[in-house]
């Protein structure tokens, strides 16, 4: 069964420190995601991606946060400088959009623990 | 805008026992409903979705859920929890016109033998 997968599973880096998440989706998704989770508490969502561009961001991504699909199979995540609050796993996910029904259903990878220090 | 509440962070039961874990949602008109489950190392996956019709919804590995709109509820249930269950569950809410779930902190499931 196609997956979305993710890497790395763990990184730990010094606050300030640039990070790039990376993920693949599947191949025939349009839509792409990043959610993150701290510890403990829920599964936020902060951006979508479609046809080149982000289609929709929440508060949290900020200036520090930019997404970006290089290639055309890579999808990635950069915090230019970690701060200790983005400690937290981090979700990508990807759907082929709103289905007949209007739902859109999302695949998720295993997650990127980011640990800032 | 809508949201997601999971009442319960851990929920202990025995093997073999019946379980059922808590969703509530708030929004307006009547959402998409989902639980996915997290097992250790794994992504989330998709157990189940209510969009519409029967309110009673089978998923994967024998679990069900039952949209009550009445309480703005979407509980997950199992009759028969098995020692693999153990993971973190999570209920989401989507709506109508977006692309965009919005997810419960999850339910952390423990299965004792």
């Known amino acids: 069964e196609p997956e979305v997968t993710q890497t790395p599973s763990h990184q730990v880096t010094q606050m300030g420190q640039e990070v790039i998440l990376r993920c693949v989706p599947i191949?025939?998704?349009?839509?792409f995601y990043w959610y993150r989770q701290i510890l403990g508490q829920k599964v936020e969502f902060l951006v979508s991606?479609?046809?080149?561009?982000?289609?929709?961001k929440s508060e949290i991504f900020d200036d520090q946060f930019s997404v970006e699909r290089p290639d055309g199979s890579n999808f990635t995540l950069k915090i230019r400088s970690t701060k200790l609050e983005d400690s937290a796993m981090y979700f990508c996910?990807?759907?082929?959009?709103?289905?007949?029904?209007?739902?859109?259903?999302?695949?998720f990878g295993a997650g990127s623990r980011l640990t800032v220090l | 805008a809508q949201s997601v509440t999971q009442p319960d962070i851990h929920i202990t039961v025995s093997e073999g026992a019946s379980l059922e874990l808590r969703c509530n949602y708030s929004?307006?008109?009547?959402?998409?409903l989902f639980w996915y489950v997290q097992s250790p190392g794994q992504g989330l996956q998709l157990l189940l979705k209510?969009?519409?019709?029967?309110?009673l919804v089978q998923g994967i590995k024998g679990f069900e859920a039952e949209f009550k709109r009445s309480q703005s509820s979407f509980n997950l249930r199992k009759p028969s929890v098995h020692w693999s269950d153990a993971a973190e569950y999570f209920c989401?809410?989507?709506?109508?016109?977006?692309?965009?779930?919005?997810f419960g902190r999850g339910t952390s499931l423990i299965v004792h033998p």
């Open positions: 996910a990807s759907s082929r959009g709103q289905g007949r029904d209007g739902a859109n259903v999302l695949t």
């Open positions: 191949s025939n998704h349009l839509y």
């Open positions: 991606f479609y046809n080149n561009e982000i289609s929709e």
């Open positions: 929004y307006g008109a009547t959402p998409y």
């Open positions: 209510y969009f519409s019709g029967d309110t």
């Open positions: 989401a809410v989507g709506i109508r016109g977006s692309y965009i779930p919005t």
